[in-house]
Structure formats: C-alpha cells, structure tokens
C-alpha cells in the first residue's frame, strides 16, 4: 500500500464546474496535509494546508479533512481553464510524503 | 521575499560523469530540502538539512550522492558517477523550521537528463 494515494487522471471537468480531487493516506500518525499545484515543466507551488478535521476556505479552494477515514480532498470552485495542471497531495508525520499527483484539465 | 534559487535549471551529462546542483533558500529558513522528481511521479524526498546538519537521509543512494550544507545556508548536491536512472527534475526546498507542520517552499528546479 502507498502512503500517500492519488487517482492519477486526468480529471476533466468543464470551466466553472466544482473539480473534486481526492487523497488517502496510510499513516494515522499523520499531523499536516497539503496540496500543492505543479505546472507542466514547473515545482510545485504550495496552494493550501490544512491541520485539523473540517473544511478550510481560502478564494475557490476548499480543503477537506478527514482523519477518522485518513481522507483529505480539494475542491476548486468555478474552475478555471488556468487551474489546469497537477496536484500533490502531501502528507506530513515523522516526514513529509507526496502523492503522485491528479491531473486536473479544465476545458474551456 | 526573494524565493528558493537553484542552478542550473537544465543539465545534460553522459552516464558516468558527475553533476552538481546548487540551492539558495529563503532568507531565514532553517530547514532544506533537496528531493528527486521522476516524471510522473511525486517528489522523493532525497535529505533534509536542519541549520547545517542532517536529520534525514535515509533515501540518499549514498553511493553515488552526497549534500552538503556549509554555514546553514546554501547547499550542494552532486552525483558521481551518474546512471541513467538518476534522469529526473532535483528540487531543492526551504521551510522555516523543522517537523512537518510548516510548509515547503520549492525552487524551479533542475532538470537533469542523462545520455
């Protein structure tokens, strides 16, 4: 089992609709969630993080966290043909694990 | 604030040869990182430096990579003798402190393909 779970993609969703982009993790011990969002040929860019079970609200992202079924997810709301790229989810316990990354493509 | 700065961003060397890559991290990062990137896959972490020691590198093919971080700041990491495997994107990252409640930040990045 991989510590840190992403469906590859790609995930297509049309502009303006909710993308929904899902992790799992393996570790229980696990205190610190991220997602970071890679551009093709680019380093990953840090775009939300979120410590504590619930939801976290910043602009068009929500992060989604659930510790009980180790289940963190991001939601972009009103999705824009720009927010097409890769994103990490990365996990952080005694290290910090990164998932392989969802392909999100907005078409517009 | 100036961001995490690495160079090269592109280097092309035959198998065998040696490499290095240099990072800057952000002006008061105590923590560095320095992670692999193979395509298609996430970052790898390769080791962390807290200040000028190492925490972690259990991931590091000791065989063939070191780091070094002088002085706490910059670092270093070379490859000698490369294998083709080692074709991947190096990421060098700084965080304020150690533990893993603190966000990284990444540089460009150096891309590195090997012949």
């Known amino acids: 089992q991989k510590e840190v779970e992403q469906n590859s993609g790609p995930l297509s969703v049309p502009e303006g609709a909710i993308a929904s982009l899902n992790c799992t993790y393996s570790d229980r011990g696990s205190q610190s969630f991220f997602w970071y969002r890679q551009y093709s040929g680019k380093s990953p860019e840090l775009i939300m993080s979120?410590?504590?079970?619930g939801d976290k609200e910043d602009g068009r992202f929500t992060a989604q966290l659930n510790k009980a079924s180790q289940y963190v997810s991001l939601l972009i709301r009103d999705s824009q043909p720009s927010d097409s790229a890769t994103y990490l989810c990365?996990?952080?316990?005694?290290?910090?694990?990164f998932g392989a990354g969802t392909i999100l493509r907005v078409k517009s | 604030e100036a961001g995490v700065a690495q160079s090269p961003r592109y280097k092309i060397i035959e198998k065998r040869q040696s490499v290095a890559f240099w990072c800057n991290p952000i002006s008061g990062h105590a923590t560095l990182y320095w992670y692999q990137q193979i395509l298609g896959q996430g970052p790898k972490l390769l080791i962390q430096?807290?200040?000028?020691?190492?925490?972690?590198d259990s991931q590091l093919p000791k065989d063939r990579f070191s780091a070094e971080r002088l002085k706490g700041v910059d670092s270093t990491l070379k490859i000698q003798p490369a294998k083709l495997e080692d074709s991947a994107v190096y990421l060098c990252a700084s965080s304020l402190s150690g533990g893993f409640l603190q966000p990284q930040h990444f540089g460009d990045g150096t891309r590195l393909s090997i012949l």
């Open positions: 979120i410590y504590s079970n």
């Open positions: 430096f807290q200040n000028n020691g190492v925490v972690d």
């Open positions: 990365a996990v952080g316990g005694n290290k910090l694990v």
